[in-house]
């Protein structure tokens, strides 16, 4: 993956990817990590049908990818991610796995109460599928009574805030300059050229294909698969291509970077 | 409360709010009534602080009140207004009764699969709170999973809309229009401005206030009310009044119908 | 509604039914409430079959107006309904809504709580449902375990009570006078008179029917449809009329504004 | 255990305590059993303190005792105990163990669907106490309602039916007989009796004490020891004697004999 | 049933059976009790089929037994058993009764939490059927995070240790010594040889039977009948006498008496 | 990381890592593989303190490692895996992420649940961490109970089957060869090993250490952190090498593609 250019404006020095995963770091490199920043950065996706040529881990390739950029960009802890999350309506395609919404709210739950118990304060969800947005947002909902409620002593300063990669400003703003309507919604192609960029192999499966069936509102998973046949929703993913899919890693990690920065920076 | 005119276009003949309220129907006719519309407006609201001037039960009596206007307009049944919903962070002022995400959650699934059980398929939610919205969104897709996992024969078929009458867009533009950014985000003139048009005791308690803390993102009721002291975000709540607040059920039960239509007229 | 005349005994002033109305309050308001006085009223419903001539909303309404005139006397705050009760058995019959026991158990943990939070001291749940019974006790259980597993302060001091208008001895003995063995068990004379003198809209539903099924215990809804193919239970729900419903409103207020008081006199 | 004469009258052959017990059957037994009897007993307890000179299992030992006997003599199949029960308020006294309605509630729900799965089809749940009563009813409605949802083909005509034997009303008579207001309601001379019958090794902690506090309503568990310092509830256990436990057991045994009689005879 | 001799080298006194049911005692000599040992033991055993000759309850009448000696010999307090487990697989042969994981997981978790605010420190849970082996470890992990989420005193003291007395050592000795293959794996001669040791009228069940399905891995329970059609899993129950029943329980009785004392021995 | 060989007496043609990566396949791809493969792996790991010198990320990281080693050989799909699992009794050190076991059960249900529908029937979970083997086992059970209830077609031929990498034989013979009692139960040198092998930045971490604390039973957060200071249970990470890692991956895959195999050519 190439590395696009850092921020030079950031306060915190950037870092290597390495550095900032959670996975890779001690125990005590955390203690020592948490006397200069109280932030964390939490990816999720979800890991469903992307249409019949992309990724069913679309969601959370991109997620994770955002969250290390970030993460490196800023200096700030990056969590594995969450790959499973809240996909119920793509379980008419084969390989999507779906948590319900009361399971992933638990999820999202239990993971912000254990990083507030060590004195995280600013929790940031990058999140890579529109299918979760509720659920996170309800789950921050129920993570501030718990904390409140088990008299945790940062339960005053906790917050958590989530960052859509895909509808930031920028990204959706070149996607449509780059694929106007046939950006569609679902299995995009400004999703499915970051996907390119991560995974070289993915290219192999880019074709043309028909038009696809418009979006409309999303239901129940029969309902979903009657009517957007092969997955599509509105989308034209064949004409994404690997060099947009750098070129939105860059303009998603700016952005979300100024955002982290900002909600770093909020006075408690 | 006077009735603003009803919408000339609109295919099904209006109705009378008793006729339209499903707690002053009987079975036999709602059996009836099921033979010619699938359609149902659930009222969402929630009973909560809006600052030092506004009534608590805000929320749930405006949600209500547009879904009783809807509903006559369109000639659908309405049912009983749930009216405590998700208002953790409003839990430091006297008075809020929230339910946990996860309680709401179980509310409205179970109001959607009793409905759907019946043979109603399209489920219209107008909503007056926007603590509500993820959860009532994570709530219709656990609903449509369980539907399916319990065999409804009408699964494939249900499907579930939210309808935010205070993100209506007309019901924006006209608030900003006449109150401009003093709008705010809480405790808003123009959710005021309808409570004073349904209960005219209410005009007793307004009175000038002073500068409203700004807006801001939500965290646990202890940083809530730290943040905003009144309970207010952003908001002059004062500019409000009962002419406005009949204006806003207009435009909002003109756009809401609208939607609602849309949403019946969907083909399966 | 014509209103009864108020117990000229209470200690505690009457008030107005808006002075009552939670809904109607602002946050300072219930705060300066609280001073003098722990109690506050909950209404419970359901939202369910009333045979074929009765409304779906008998027991929303006729709670919530028992429980608005019995603050009214008494001067004690009323939250706004909660419509949606346990009525599963009664899911044979459309229009039926209902929570399962486990989504009631936690609306009514959730409500308690949160009033507790605020110093709320006695819950008085006024219900209009024989099926919300088991449930709302079972909640009131499990509240005070959470209230102390929370360390809410007032933990030691909170108490519920469940008061159900149709079971309060000179209501039922009314109706044995008025009605004899056809008051029933479900779809009862006493709580249509006291939804037609409320709603005067649903006297034209009411017309003589065939002999009702006999009472018996209840099970499931195919079950219960079975064997109730009207859905009434050993009623004779034409026997009703407004006037006697203005009686049992007073003959409910009047028992339960004194029994209210002295769960508000019970030393703590 | 004496055993009072076995009921002349029944259709069914009375038969032996060890015939009876589930727990003593094979899988080919119960197969064989269910094509003549769709029956089955299930005693319900709790594990609690029963006043200073009580025992903690009194709850427990009684239903079991009692549905043994009603099993005996009506040839009825009787699970094992459930000793644990819904006993919050007691926990502030050493011993007690109790479940959180919501967990008894689940607890009966599998009890009752695993039941029904094998063809049962009248669930008669034998309960020693007061506490459990509104849990085990809302766990019933939602064992109806889960039998459905799962399509189960017993479902319609699964019946559940909550036996109190503590309430049957020869025995209530016969305790304001012996022990006047001095049966109380907790710790009551009847159900200690009805230990000492049972377990004679409990005699020897038999012994007068002062004037009980009185009964009241049931809060929180600090709130119950505050006002019920011994764990009594205006009950004079001293009175009790093995012989008038003697006495309760054939009471109790008939007279829930009679209704398992008719509950099983009850067409579906 | 013929008492074992006690081991001698026990510091804490024998007692008898009577003495160390917490069913047969009262609050205050709990009380007592918690001064000298914070210990309790908690049989837990399961409702299923054993075969066509093993009775439906040898998980729970075993691990009582076994309780129950341990507990006499050692002076420890038992509690009564949970009798309904975690038995989903063996649901498709007549009469067995099962707890859902989730349900199982809350009893042991409430369980544990009550004991825990007693003040018991070591709660030794004998385990009689191996479907309940990961569910009570799972609520042990469950019961520790609730006891520090409610800041229970007692909660960093708090050990829980599962003892499943068919697994001990000499248990699994003895039977292959006297079986050999034939012990199997579910209805296995050993157990079924403690119930004969418990309960003579089962002895009139044995019969030869012939060779039985072989065991293996547990999936659904159609599945399991299928491939164990009789119930068996590799086991030759007839082979089981009521000689060998005591032997196991002084075996198993022996050895976990050991494991208790060395539990109550643990430093904090 | 370096290949090991293949092993070359499996049936089913070895892979590439790209090609078994559920996330890089496409939903028709996954449609046509189901048509020659019921099986799927998952790998399970958990986000915790792994001593003063390793890496938090060490189960999910080997988990993961070795899932994707086994399916490369067997040609099996792997899912993302689930990074976050049972740590409770870690929470007491920085860095800590964990699930309580409900919530964890109710991941792993419903990742079956949706692997099932789509027609897989051999679910291998490759854990990396002990913590998670009892609710990962009851998940099974629940998921079976599930899948029954909602009458999926494939519930009867549905089998999960846990392989924890670090206990199989082989593994655990090498480590007792390489490290002998220095290997302890947590933070051992060879998962530390592996962990080096795949992440050779984590080499920079390592140093020798005072003697651990020696393993024992495990309880709260608290009493593990007292009890453990630096997190390690009687083991000497410092052992570890990049190249005993490579041996340990080897053995692992060897021996679970085994296992693997095995359990896909089981019959149903």
Redesign the interface.
């Known amino acids: 993956m190439t590395q696009p250019e850092a921020l030079t404006t950031l306060p915190r020095p950037a870092s290597t990817t390495?550095a900032i995963?959670?996975?890779?770091?001690?125990?005590?490199?955390?203690?020592t990590y948490?006397q200069d920043c109280k932030g964390v950065i939490v990816p999720l996706?979800s890991?469903e049908?992307?249409?019949?040529?992309?990724?069913?881990?679309t969601d959370?390739?991109t997620a994770e990818a955002v969250a290390l950029e970030v993460g490196r960009r800023c200096g700030v802890l990056v969590?594995?991610?969450?790959?499973?999350g809240?996909a119920?309506?793509h379980?008419g395609?084969?390989?999507?796995?779906?948590?319900?919404?009361?399971?992933l709210?638990?999820?999202l739950?239990?993971?912000v109460l254990?990083?507030a118990?060590?004195?995280f304060e600013r929790i940031f969800v990058i999140n890579g599928h529109g299918?979760n947005?509720?659920?996170?947002?309800?789950?921050f909902?129920?993570a501030?009574?718990s904390?409140?409620?088990?008299?945790l002593p940062q339960?005053?300063?906790?917050?958590?805030?989530l960052a859509n990669w895909f509808m930031a400003p920028p990204v959706m703003q070149k996607a449509r300059e780059l694929y106007g309507e046939r950006e569609g919604h679902h299995a995009t192609p400004s999703e499915i050229a970051l996907t390119l960029h991560l995974?070289p192999?993915?290219v192999a499966?880019q074709r043309p294909l028909p038009t696809p069936a418009p979006a409309g509102?999303i239901?129940?998973?029969?309902?979903f698969r009657?009517r957007h046949p092969d997955?599509r929703m509105g989308s034209d993913p064949y004409l994404a291509s690997a060099t947009d899919g750098a070129l939105f890693l860059d303009l998603a990690a700016t952005a979300l970077s100024s955002d982290l920065e900002r909600f770093l920076a909020?006075e408690a």
Chains 1, 2, 3, 4, 5, 6 share one sequence.
């Open positions: 390495e995963r959670l996975q890779l770091r001690s125990w005590p490199e955390v203690e948490l996706g890991t049908q992307h249409g019949p040529t992309g990724a069913i881990g959370a390739l969590t594995p991610a969450q790959a499973f809240m119920e309506h379980l395609f084969a390989g999507t796995v779906s948590l319900q919404p009361s399971t709210l638990a999820v739950h239990d993971v254990s990083l118990r060590h004195g299918g947005i509720a659920t996170a947002k309800a789950a909902a129920q501030h009574a904390a409140a409620a088990r008299g339960a005053e300063r906790l917050r958590c805030r995974e192999s993915l499966k509102p239901h129940g998973p029969e309902d009657r997955g909020e």
